[in-house]
């Protein structure tokens, strides 16, 4: 009694000692830049199926048999409301809103400057808009949330996709009008003014607002700060990080901040999960620009490499060529399409748990490229589609459109080079999946074909070689549930005001 009577009478009136507290944490200027990054660290993924790899086995490019992984059954179409993928995707893009939300909230009364709060906050809206975009073209409709709730306004109900689409765009000027075109030393990586309207150009052409998207492209190759970086190869080389060409990308840095588990590295080289499929090897043309079923190709499909774009082998590794553990020998392997990706792969590194190499989430090829197909279904096919996309193929020394499909081309014939231009630009960089999604093209839904790796026992000896494809998946198009991911069960469970997407 004694002890409790000489006492303040605050005794229980304490700040907890193990957590921080918001209300007093934002105090300084170191405070505010820690609670920034950790709405930064909330963008690298952390689940094996939310990783931007998994979105190509889900594509026509690529294919993964091991179904714990989470992509086999959106790749066959077979996905429902207790897949792990649409449950992964909600909870990480939610954690960075509800982190940017705070932040937001936080940093408005913090003791900090006007311009440190300004480009900070510019910061928070871009990663707060990054996770939107990310929702809204999965999932359609989804709850906007734009500051901190309580538990009696948890309960939320879907917001119409154009009005989610309109906060996008709210956050992304007030970024762009705030943030700086670069930075230098141990800022790089954070958000540029650049990020900002090519995210906005992205929003813009996925939901189809043509005119807005190319002007938002303009914008950003009028700053004059990106290009083409020269080596194609190069550009995902860890010793070129943060090159000219990437415009934002998720920072990774070895021995502090290596990719989470399962890395690039391991899937892609350790594991036998990660397969090229035989129509992504036929898509590349030969270097005179033509198609492989053109007669004129000069294609021989026993000797099915010679003389193709470089892309082809800058992106996968092919039978016969090097790999991590020597030549590649699909026989021998256990990939049953017999082809793995190379790019992002670092099979020249030794440490599969400790890779560090930055993953890219936008760069300046899909600048042009998104320029070109605002321009297309704008109805404009004049010159300068043709000059946009000439770049992207010059980089790799591809003839121009005009050299090889000819000129005066019409919006249906300019849309097909295009869409191919992607596909084979953006191999293995998570892009495919979400444009089949935005297109609404069936026939990109179709079943998957790899070789026979049997007949490919000995690649060392083009004599023994035999290329012949057979069927590893079936994959068809459901079309009652069409385009969009199922709302998380879990979360319908939760919050009874959500309403289900069709199909589900």
């Known amino acids: 009694?004694?002890?409790?009577?000489?006492?303040?009478?605050?005794?229980?009136?304490?700040?907890?000692?193990?957590?921080?507290?918001?209300?007093?944490?934002?105090?300084?200027?170191?405070?505010?830049?820690?609670?920034?990054?950790?709405?930064?660290?909330?963008?690298?993924?952390?689940?094996?199926?939310?990783?931007?790899?998994q979105l190509d086995f889900m594509s026509d490019n690529n294919y993964c048999q091991d179904s714990w992984q989470g992509s086999k059954e959106f790749g066959e179409w077979a996905q429902n409301a207790s897949s792990w993928g649409p449950s992964a995707k909600w909870k990480q893009d939610y954690q960075t809103i509800v982190r940017a939300n705070t932040f937001i909230a936080n940093l408005s009364a913090a003791n900090v400057s006007d311009d440190v709060k300004k480009q900070m906050n510019a910061e928070a809206r871009y990663l707060r808009a990054y996770a939107y975009f990310?929702?809204?073209?999965?999932?359609?409709?989804?709850?906007?949330?734009?500051?901190?709730?309580?538990?009696?306004?948890?309960?939320?109900?879907?917001?119409?996709?154009?009005?989610?689409?309109?906060?996008?765009?709210?956050?992304?000027?007030?970024?762009?009008?705030?943030?700086?075109?670069?930075?230098?030393?141990s800022n790089i990586g954070r958000v540029t003014k650049g990020a900002a309207l090519t995210?906005?150009?992205?929003?813009?052409?996925?939901?189809?607002?043509?005119?807005?998207?190319?002007?938002?492209?303009?914008?950003?190759?009028?700053?004059?700060?990106?290009?083409?970086?020269?080596?194609?190869?190069?550009?995902?080389?860890?010793?070129?990080?943060?090159?000219?060409?990437?415009?934002?990308?998720i920072q990774y840095i070895k021995n502090s901040q290596n990719q989470s588990w399962p890395s690039a590295r391991l899937s892609f080289v350790d594991w036998p999960t990660p397969n090229v499929t035989s129509s992504i090897i036929d898509s590349y043309y030969m270097t005179n620009?033509?198609?492989?079923?053109?007669?004129?190709?000069?294609?021989?499909?026993?000797?099915?490499?010679?003389?193709?774009?470089?892309?082809?082998?800058a992106s996968i590794v092919l039978p016969g060529s090097k790999t991590a553990s020597g030549t590649f020998i699909p026989a021998n392997d256990q990939v049953p399409c017999g082809a793995?990706?190379?790019?992002?792969?670092?099979?020249?590194?030794?440490?599969?748990?400790?890779?560090?190499?930055?993953?890219?989430?936008?760069?300046?090829?899909?600048?042009?490229?998104?320029?070109a197909e605002a321009l297309i279904e704008s109805g404009n096919t004049g010159q300068e589609v043709y000059d946009l996309i000439d770049q992207v193929r010059a980089r790799v020394n591809m003839p121009k459109i005009?050299?090889?499909?000819?000129?005066?081309?019409?919006?249906?014939?300019?849309?097909?080079?295009?869409?191919?231009e992607r596909r084979v630009e953006f191999f293995m960089e998570g892009t495919r999946y979400a444009d089949m999604l935005r297109w609404k093209d069936e026939s990109l839904v179709h079943d998957v074909y790899g070789?026979?790796?049997?007949?490919?026992?000995?690649?060392?000896?083009?004599?023994?070689?035999?290329?012949?494809?057979?069927?590893?998946?079936?994959?068809?198009?459901?079309?009652?549930?069409?385009?969009?991911?199922?709302?998380?069960?879990?979360?319908?469970?939760?919050?009874?005001?959500?309403?289900?997407?069709?199909?589900?």
């Open 199 to 249: 995210l906005k150009c992205k929003t813009l052409l996925y939901n189809q607002k043509w005119a807005d998207a190319a002007t938002a492209a303009k914008e950003v190759m009028d700053m004059g700060v990106y290009k083409l970086y020269p080596d194609y190869a190069g550009l995902f080389d860890e010793a070129n990080e943060n090159n000219v060409e990437v415009i934002f990308d």
């Open 1 to 53: 009694m004694t002890i409790f009577c000489g006492c303040t009478s605050d005794l229980l009136d304490r700040s907890p000692l193990d957590t921080l507290s918001p209300g007093t944490f934002y105090e300084n200027e170191t405070q505010c830049k820690m609670g920034l990054m950790g709405v930064y660290a909330s963008i690298p993924p952390t689940e094996t199926v939310a990783f931007w790899y």
């Open 402 to 420: 005009e050299n090889v499909e000819g000129t005066g081309l019409n919006q249906d014939q300019l849309r097909n080079i295009l869409r191919h």
């Open 134 to 185: 990310d929702l809204i073209t999965y999932f359609g409709d989804v709850p906007l949330i734009m500051g901190t709730q309580t538990l009696d306004s948890a309960k939320v109900t879907r917001t119409e996709k154009d009005k989610v689409q309109a906060a996008i765009l709210g956050d992304l000027d007030a970024a762009a009008s705030a943030l700086p075109n670069s930075y230098a030393g």
């Open 451 to 504: 070789y026979v790796t049997s007949k490919l026992s000995d690649p060392t000896n083009p004599s023994k070689w035999v290329f012949e494809t057979d069927k590893k998946e079936t994959r068809k198009f459901d079309s009652t549930k069409g385009w969009l991911w199922p709302i998380p069960q879990v979360e319908m469970q939760n919050n009874s005001n959500l309403k289900q997407n069709p199909g589900y």
């Open 289 to 313: 620009g033509l198609p492989i079923t053109d007669t004129k190709s000069g294609y021989k499909d026993q000797d099915p490499y010679t003389n193709r774009d470089p892309r082809m082998a």
């Open 340 to 371: 793995r990706p190379r790019k992002y792969a670092d099979i020249n590194g030794t440490d599969s748990y400790n890779y560090s190499l930055n993953t890219i989430v936008l760069r300046y090829a899909d600048v042009l490229l998104m320029r």
